[in-house]
């Protein structure tokens, strides 16, 4: 199992504790990944309203790269995986598209030919790799652990190019947190429910009373700590929890993990290769609970 | 605001209806008024008009009352409205495409941060390949006013102090390439509306 890892930006500034667990986690499962030569980012929400070309153009390149390497894209950000996917579907719909974005990419030398897919490591673990592989893996099992798995929105909507799961009641995290021995939080009008994304930058007061909602539905459902597969979620979520405990007046304690640092933990590796340090709301008595 | 008995004639753009519908790529007037889409969207509470009203004005081309609201600012990408949709129609595009047209015209509206954010992620783009988060968000809040600053702040430091911020940006190799590949989006686009003027003015 081979991959071109595409990071995307946020991997390596405010979600490099995901890069750090995801690299981790396929080390240890022995799932070969090379960073791909000279990425540009994939343009996320931002090219998308900007310009129509170029939100097409941008992750033109960096498919056109991996085509040329001959390895599917293994990307752990849900915006970088929605926004390559959506070109590469695109691009194979489109003829016309394709033919425009062929004449930008052949004045830097490269050619979108449609070979490779977009993937991300959840779809991967849990169904290429295999859970009962993982399972035979797993030193140290999350027992007693209750996990509310939660995927947002850009990882699994549109089921037109985010094809590995159901849009509106998906499973790979559940089953990925049920193998690793935790309890599994059935939550499930609230597992897809948007956090807001980028409302946060553009109108807080939006993103505060959606990302509330999932925090406090958290709580009362019991869990112990979300899990997501989201920079955006996570930075929502995580970071701006205390903000929301001081505007709503709540006492919310909720560590928000990685998928892969969730799994990393019961592969017995090391918080601090996991970077579950780096998380705001602390997950210490998590990573306790794990080490006896 | 706009309600059934307010809508006249005159607020009618049909140029603009054709805009949308091909620069979003999605056919507008598959919609049938369902009320899917603002039934499950996420931010409709906050909207000046819902998703579905969105739709009907996109179609008849009222493109000021379109292009001023609040909605396309507050849509955040999420998708639920084309999951359900029964006809199809990819409202995420379509709300993309009117925020691409307002950008482009700079037209005022009630939130302009979602410009200001969005133009200031793309020029930081274009000038590294990849987007520097700090220089983002500091230049974001230094033109969305003080208070976006001060409010972010916190926030910032709480960054740093877990050395997830980084401070010199972090560029692609070939920055040289990068510009050709903008400058190549620029040049396909620009013959494009040569080509859609030829074809309107005939």
Known sequence: MSFVYFPGCSLHATAIEYDMATKAVCKALGIEITEMEDWNCCGATAAYAVDRLLSIALPARDLAIADKEKKDILAPCAACYHFLARANEMLREKPKLKEKANKILASIGLEYKGMIEVRHPLDVIVNDYDLENVKKKIVKPLTGLKVAPYYGCLMIKPPTFCKFDNPENPQTLDKLAAAVGAEVVQWQQWKTRCCGGALQMIKEEAMMELTRRILVAAEEYGAHCIVTACPFCHMNLDMMQSTINAMFDLKLHMPILYFSQLLGLALGLSPKELGLDKIKVSPRKIVEAVAH | ?202
């Open chain 2, 1 to 202: 605001m706009i309600t059934g008995r307010t809508i006249k004639r005159e607020q009618f753009d049909p140029s603009f209806s054709k805009f949308v519908e091909e620069a979003a790529g999605t056919d507008i007037y598959a919609c049938y008024q369902c009320g899917m889409c603002s039934g499950g969207c996420p931010v409709s509470f906050m909207m000046d008009y819902t998703p579905r009203q969105i739709m009907r004005m996109a179609q008849l081309g009222m493109k000021d009352d379109v292009l001023s609201s609040t909605t396309i600012w507050l849509c955040a990408s999420c998708n639920t409205c084309f999951t359900r949709c029964p006809r199809e129609i990819d409202l995420p595009e379509v709300m993309a495409t009117l925020k691409s047209r307002a950008i482009k015209e700079g037209f005022p509206s009630k939130i302009m941060e979602g410009q200001i954010l969005y133009k200031t992620m793309v020029e930081n783009m274009k000038k590294y390949g990849r987007v520097h988060e700090t220089e983002v968000f500091v230049s974001f809040a230094s033109k969305a006013g003080i208070n976006k600053l001060v409010k972010q702040l916190p926030m910032g430091l709480t960054l740093f102090r877990k050395g997830k911020l980084k401070l010199s940006p972090e560029k692609v190799k070939s920055v040289e390439q990068l510009k050709t590949l903008i400058q190549s989006v620029k040049q396909v686009e620009e013959e494009e509306e040569r080509e859609n003027k030829e074809v309107q003015e005939g």
